[in-house]
């Protein structure tokens, strides 16, 4: 059984008239995350790490942000779309592990709802999805509330 291991690192700034959305999930916020599609930074990682495993390139090969046809899409989409794409090259996802970095809002109330549409996403069970979340103890621009990063590992075997 051959397995490969995945990284992947996403960065968006807030910006007004945003809605907040992480890991699938509508966040209450004044300020939203700034992208060409939801901005979702946690399934961005999740996402650049698993084509990262399969070496099939990056988000940005496949979901230009000069396209409009990715103009404000949900990345649920683009996930779905990735687990779909591993599948069609004979990858099946064994686990993710994924870490927020934002100063607020706070995420522990939502991170069982991220981990459950980060599973069916990817058609995993929720005990092989992991979801963290730390602050930067007010250093840099995570800390002055500037923007939020995420980072995500994971590992994809062949079937």
Excluded: Q
Excluded at 9 to 25: N, Q, S, T, Y
Excluded at 80 to 104: C, F, P, Q, S
Aim: aromatic share 4%; with cysteine.
């Amino acid at each position: 059984m051959t397995m490969r291991i995945g990284i992947g690192i996403d960065v968006h700034p807030f910006a007004e008239g945003r809605k907040l959305v992480i890991g699938g999930v509508e966040i209450a916020a004044e300020k939203g995350l700034e992208g060409h599609s939801d901005a979702d930074v946690l399934l961005h990682a999740v996402s650049d790490a698993l084509l990262g495993a399969a070496a099939l390139g990056d988000i940005g090969l496949h979901f230009p942000n000069t396209s409009m046809e990715f103009k404000d899409i949900d990345s649920m989409i683009l996930l779905k779309h990735v687990g779909k794409l591993l599948e069609k090259n004979g990858y099946r996802t064994v686990n993710v592990d994924a870490m927020l970095l934002l100063e607020a809002p706070k995420i522990a109330p939502y991170i069982t709802d991220m981990r459950k549409n980060i599973a069916r996403c990817l058609n995993m069970e929720i005990g092989t999805v992991s979801v963290k979340a730390t602050t930067n103890e007010k250093l840099g621009y995570i800390g002055r509330e500037e923007g939020a990063a995420a980072h995500a590992v994971c590992i994809i075997k062949k079937i």
